[in-house]
Nanobody
Framework: QVQLVESGGGLAQAGGSLRLSCAAS????????MAWYRQAPGKQREMVAL???????NYADSVKGRVTISRTNANNAVYLQMNSLKPEDTAVYYC??????????WGKGTLVTVSS
């Protein structure tokens, strides 16, 4: 199993920046894709960004150019650098990992609130 713990959320002003971190533990050698999702109040959870084992990335259109995802080579952490924050970025942000044996793990989330 893999355990995920997010940190770095909080209150930011529009135009500001936040860096989210997700620490992975347990069977980290089985991790493949790592990703960040978010869920705003009353909305469905959506993918924000993902990064593959080879460093390939994919971003939601709503965050392209403002967000950068990165991971450690040891698979023990994934980060989300968010710049030029907007009020619509307000959400609970979740870390997700997939593994070689097709399991999916989620963290408990960290709240990001962006004030206008």
């Amino acid at each position: 199993q893999v355990q995920l713990v997010e940190s770095g959320g909080g209150l930011a002003q529009a135009g500001g920046s936040l860096r989210l971190s997700c620490a992975a533990s347990g069977n980290i050698f089985s991790i493949t894709t790592m990703a960040w999702y978010r869920q705003a109040p009353g909305k469905q959870r959506e993918m924000v960004a993902l990064i593959t084992t080879t460093g390939g990335t994919n971003y939601a259109d709503s965050v392209k150019g403002r967000v950068t995802i990165s991971r450690t080579n040891a698979n023990n952490a994934v980060y989300l650098q968010m710049n030029s924050l907007k009020p619509e970025d307000t959400a609970v942000y979740y870390c997700r990992t997939d593994t070689f044996n097709r399991n999916t793990y989620w963290g408990k989330g960290t709240l990001v609130t962006v004030s206008s």
